[in-house]
């Protein structure tokens, strides 16, 4: 599935002076490659469908991060040696109104359209696949393996209905919330601070329909309190598709220690978010905050996700301002090394079978050695580096993940009364 690729990482490894390979022999790269190149690997968030909607973005091509402000192409997939992929059908947070709902709910059902259509025409590069199985299968092939999650709960509005709908559209997991308190539950950074303190009624019952369709729930980016919620009435293991360790970086959008036993204890997973930020305190940069704030106000934003929901024409401004803020003010990255030390924490608290990869690519995620998913096995050379095993490599990549996955799967309802319902 990944041939070629050995030669190709000396030379770029060489030619990038990158710190995260400085330090390592040819033996221990060769080692890593070898369990790279075997290991099934799965990033289980990205924001691609983002590029998809908006048009004039080819997945085929070798697209440069650098000038493209993408991360994920079938290429770089190829070249960084990742077989499967979720993409997000995400949405920001918009008027909480039936109107909003109801205009979430038709971009929603666009996006999924935007990745069936990119699909059909990238048959022969790429497939869709619903369950490990299917994506072991379609990797055999050659094939780079899409799966979908729904990131944000808010198109769903009060109609418990959708979640099924989404499933049908190949989602395999929701994550209940964004950056803002929606319907469903609180946020974990909404400045307007806790509605709820935790799931709202409507939440509770999301989350057991998504336990009874088989589909994971994912706790990145909700409240702690909200976690704690999911925890409580979840009857199957959960997910937080892209985050990280609080202890290590102290931000909300991480798990706290306690969380992440809980986490354990409820079977779950974590997956590292390789969004900076996240990853490690970043020193401050004012006047990049300020451009960054103008930016936000001028275009009546929370965050810049937020740039999905505007209209097309204001999009192209709003990312057009945010490329000029980061040619004027490039924004420091954290590295390789930091990155591994969130699954370094995690696994020294809660053990091996918990922990995996979601990077946030297209939607923030980037390190200043692994930039884009041409630069994944640097995250495997690593590992190595620290002593992880073959076996405890694999579970990273993916073992953990499907894991947890086939949990959900085997204790939904069955199929006549989920058709039923």
């Given at each position: 599935?990944?041939?070629?690729?050995?030669?190709?990482?000396?030379?770029?490894?060489?030619?990038?002076?990158?710190?995260?390979?400085?330090?390592?022999?040819?033996?221990?790269?060769?080692?890593?490659?070898?369990?790279?190149?075997?290991?099934?690997?799965?990033?289980?968030?990205?924001?691609?469908?983002?590029?998809?909607?908006?048009?004039?973005?080819?997945?085929?091509?070798?697209?440069?991060?650098?000038?493209?402000?993408?991360?994920?192409?079938?290429?770089?997939?190829r070249r960084g040696g990742l077989?499967?992929?979720?993409?997000?059908?995400?949405?920001?947070?918009?008027?909480?109104?039936?109107?909003?709902?109801?205009?979430?709910?038709?971009?929603?059902?666009?996006?999924?359209?935007a990745i069936d259509n990119t699909?059909?025409?990238?048959?022969?590069?790429?497939?869709?696949?619903?369950?490990?199985?299917?994506?072991?299968?379609?990797?055999?092939?050659?094939?780079?393996?899409?799966?979908?999650?729904?990131?944000?709960?808010?198109?769903?509005?009060?109609?418990?209905?959708?979640?099924?709908?989404?499933?049908?559209?190949?989602?395999?997991?929701?994550?209940?919330?964004?950056?803002?308190?929606?319907?469903?539950?609180?946020?974990?950074?909404?400045?307007?601070?806790?509605?709820?303190?935790?799931?709202?009624?409507?939440?509770?019952?999301?989350?057991?329909?998504?336990?009874?369709?088989?589909?994971?729930?994912?706790?990145?980016?909700?409240?702690?309190?909200?976690?704690?919620?999911?925890?409580?009435?979840?009857?199957?293991?959960?997910?937080?598709?892209?985050?990280?360790?609080?202890?290590?970086?102290?931000?909300?959008?991480?798990?706290?220690?306690?969380?992440?036993?809980?986490?354990?204890?409820?079977?779950?997973?974590?997956?590292?978010?390789?969004?900076?930020?996240?990853?490690?305190?970043?020193?401050?940069?004012?006047?990049?905050?300020?451009?960054?704030?103008?930016?936000?106000?001028?275009?009546?934003?929370?965050?810049?996700?937020?740039?999905?929901?505007?209209?097309?024409?204001?999009?192209?401004?709003?990312?057009?301002?945010?490329?000029?803020?980061?040619?004027?003010?490039?924004?420091?990255?954290?590295?390789?090394?930091?990155?591994?030390?969130?699954?370094?924490?995690?696994?020294?608290?809660?053990?091996?079978?918990?922990?995996?990869?979601?990077?946030?690519?297209?939607?923030?995620?980037?390190?200043?050695?692994?930039?884009?998913?041409?630069?994944?096995?640097?995250?495997?050379?690593?590992?190595?580096?620290?002593?992880?095993?073959?076996?405890?490599?694999?579970?990273?990549?993916?073992?953990?993940?499907?894991?947890?996955?086939?949990?959900?799967?085997?204790?939904?309802?069955?199929?006549?009364?989920?058709?039923?319902?």
């Amino acid at each position: 599935m990944k041939k070629n690729m050995y030669s190709t990482l000396l030379a770029c490894l060489a030619a990038s002076q990158l710190p995260v390979v400085a330090q390592d022999d040819k033996a221990l790269l060769k080692k890593a490659h070898k369990i790279h190149e075997k290991a099934f690997t799965v990033d289980t968030h990205a924001d691609t469908p983002m590029l998809l909607s908006r048009g004039g973005f080819d997945v085929t091509k070798d697209n440069d991060a650098r000038t493209s402000n993408s991360k994920v192409d079938y290429p770089r997939m190829r070249r960084g040696g990742l077989d499967a992929i979720f993409w997000a059908v995400y949405l920001g947070q918009g008027p909480r109104t039936p109107e909003g709902h109801e205009a979430a709910k038709k971009k929603a059902l666009g996006i999924f359209d935007a990745i069936d259509n990119t699909l059909k025409a990238t048959a022969s590069e790429a497939e869709r696949a619903t369950t490990p199985e299917e994506g072991y299968r379609i990797g055999k092939t050659g094939k780079r393996v899409i799966y979908i999650g729904v990131e944000n709960g808010y198109p769903m509005g009060h109609d418990l209905s959708l979640l099924k709908t989404f499933y049908d559209r190949g989602a395999r997991y929701m994550t209940l919330c964004h950056s803002s308190n929606n319907d469903i539950c609180d946020s974990s950074t909404d400045p307007k601070g806790a509605e709820y303190q935790g799931l709202s009624l409507l939440g509770e019952q999301v989350v057991a329909e998504m336990n009874r369709l088989g589909m994971m729930v994912d706790v990145s980016h909700v409240s702690d309190s909200t976690f704690y919620d999911v925890i409580r009435l979840s009857k199957v293991p959960v997910i937080a598709s892209h985050s990280g360790a609080r202890t290590v970086c102290n931000h909300p959008r991480n798990l706290t220690d306690d969380m992440l036993k809980a986490l354990a204890k409820n079977g779950g997973v974590v997956q590292l978010n390789l969004l900076s930020d996240y990853v490690k305190t970043i020193p401050a940069n004012p006047e990049r905050t300020a451009a960054m704030d103008a930016l936000m106000a001028k275009y009546g934003l929370k965050s810049r996700m937020g740039m999905a929901s505007l209209p097309e024409e204001e999009q192209k401004k709003a990312r057009a301002d945010f490329a000029d803020i980061n040619k004027k003010y490039p924004v420091q990255l954290a590295t390789v090394k930091d990155a591994v030390d969130h699954i370094d924490h995690i696994v020294k608290l809660i053990g091996i079978d918990h922990v995996g990869m979601g990077a946030d690519f297209d939607g923030g995620g980037a390190l200043a050695d692994c930039f884009d998913v041409s630069q994944y096995e640097n995250m495997t050379v690593e590992l190595v580096r620290r002593g992880y095993s073959k076996k405890d490599i694999e579970k990273i990549w993916s073992g953990n993940f499907f894991r947890v996955m086939k949990a959900v799967d085997k204790a939904k309802a069955p199929a006549k009364e989920v058709a039923l319902r």
